[in-house]
């Protein structure tokens, strides 16, 4: 059941989401390499919890497995649901966070890849691009548009580039829950899926890979890798469906302000709040 959310609620999911922002603009400041992703793990918590909140991953179960951690950490290969763990970064790493926060009962969501020192040109290219494409699908997120409009964007501008795009995972509303429906694939053809209302709150969130779109599953139970083991990168915003076009809640400035580069600009005329 899709729930199309009031003023007030809104209000509440910018706070969760901006806060979601300043956690990550705090891993921005961070990463490094030799530093570990439990270290940016606990540097993440530790925030959450000092501004009133607490984590939404942390504890966050799929049948009987529970995810044990904060952020999830996705190094290289892995897509999304990386673990925390105790190998340090090295330089060249890509590292895809993702981090939700419930503050006063409501979530926010949203996730950044980061270049650990210097990365390939390859990989600023796939980070490029899927910044695009996440831009480009925020783009359709206007009432009247349909969830198709913003796989469609997002999938044409990464297979252009030879991208897999991953198919096995989603975006999704959000709201009181961290996966509300309906479900934002990042793939689509115009005109065709779920008709988005006004004050429908969505996370779009494109996983792109280097390589093929195919993806495995860890034997730890939640962390994905490419099937091909080449990179991949996720970026994640939360977005309010207006009459007029998307009103994004994330604040991706917060975490650019701690970054030497980025691999997109907003688009002229974006309403980024
Ligand atoms: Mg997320
Ligand atoms: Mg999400």
Redesign the pocket.
Known sequence: MVHLKSEREITLLREAAVLVSKTLAVVARAVAPGVTTKELDRLAEEYILDHGATPAFKGYKVGSVVFPATLCTSVNDAVVHGIPNDLPLEEGDLLSV?CGVVLDGYVG?SAYTFAVGDISEEDRMLCRTTYEALEAGVAQAAAGNRTGDIGYAVQTLCEAEGYGVVKDLV??GVGRHLHEDPQIPNFGRRGTGRKLKAGLTI?I?PMINRGGAAVRTEPDGWTIRTADSLPSAHY?KTVVVRRDGPEVLTDFSLIEAELDEVPYRAMEGMKDS
């Open positions: 993702d969501d975006g999704h996370c969130e994640e």
